[in-house]
């Protein structure tokens, strides 16, 4: 079984079509919804009165991306699934490309912007070179081979969730992203990127702000004091 954690705030306009595309894919399709005052949780409770594989986990408060997702996770986990996929609600990633993440066979599958084959389509040059210049600067502190390390399109292994405990990542907002990357990567995971093309939302409108790099940034310098850690540790095992 194979369910798909969206989080939703301030998504009405969007959570019809993105249910319809991914049912289309014949997976279950779990929106967290964090009380969005424009009606969101009403409309997705509408869409599961319609069909039993929509869900909605309804959420007092908004809390961050990452706390929606840790949410969501142990959600889907209680319903059985043996996959579980992340995305966004806005279309930014393609619900086509949900059977290309499931085709593989890694513990956790990343579509990734910065592979070959990936892109980012629309995105002026600035915006480009801040991404790829914070990313390259993510993998140098932390020492993690992945080259789209703040992605959030991913599919996981349910064995991988449970592996790295989930539950007790700290991170509340968008780096959460690079936090779950670095503990599949240090836990042992397989990690397989594979490209997709990353586009601007049509609709509603986008919740990225400047401190979500800052965030990124004191979340690098933080998982960073773990690899040195764990290469001094490997060191002395050799010793």
């Known amino acids: 079984m ?3 954690v969206v989080p939703t705030y301030d998504e009405k306009d969007n959570v019809g079509p993105m249910a319809e595309a991914l049912l289309a894919a014949g997976v279950d399709v779990l929106f967290v919804d ?3 005052p424009d009606g969101t949780g009403e409309r997705i409770d509408e869409l ?3 069909n039993a594989k929509v869900h909605c986990l309804h959420r007092e408060r908004k809390e961050g991306l990452g706390r929606a997702y840790v949410a969501g996770f142990r959600r889907a986990l209680e319903m059985g699934a043996d ?3 992340q995305m966004d609600c806005d279309f930014s990633h393609d ?3 949900v059977a290309r993440l499931l085709k593989s ?6 579509g990734s912007r910065y592979v070959k084959g990936g892109s980012t389509p629309g995105w002026p040059f600035k915006r480009r070179f801040i991404s790829r210049a914070g990313g390259l600067f993510i993998r140098l502190m932390t020492g993690m081979p992945v080259k789209d390390v703040t992605g959030g399109f991913k599919c996981w292994k349910r064995e991988a969730l449970e592996k790295i405990d989930f539950e007790s990542v700290a991170s509340a907002g968008y780096s959460f992203q690079l936090e779950m990357n670095h503990r599949a990567w240090r836990g042992g995971c397989t990690i397989e990127e594979i490209p997709i093309a ?3 939302r049509t609709r509603g409108y986008s919740k990225i702000s400047g401190a979500i790099a800052v965030e990124s940034f004191k979340m690098a310098f933080a998982l960073s004091r773990f690899t040195k850690r764990g290469r001094a540790c490997h060191s002395e095992k050799k010793r």
Do not use: H, Q
């Open 198 to 200: 990353f586009t601007d």
């Open 83 to 85: 996959r579980i996929v």
């Open 105 to 110: 066979d890694a513990d956790l599958v990343i």
């Open 95 to 97: 619900p086509a490309d």
């Open 2 to 4: 194979t369910v798909v």
């Open 34 to 36: 964090d009380n969005s």
């Open 48 to 50: 599961s009165r319609g």
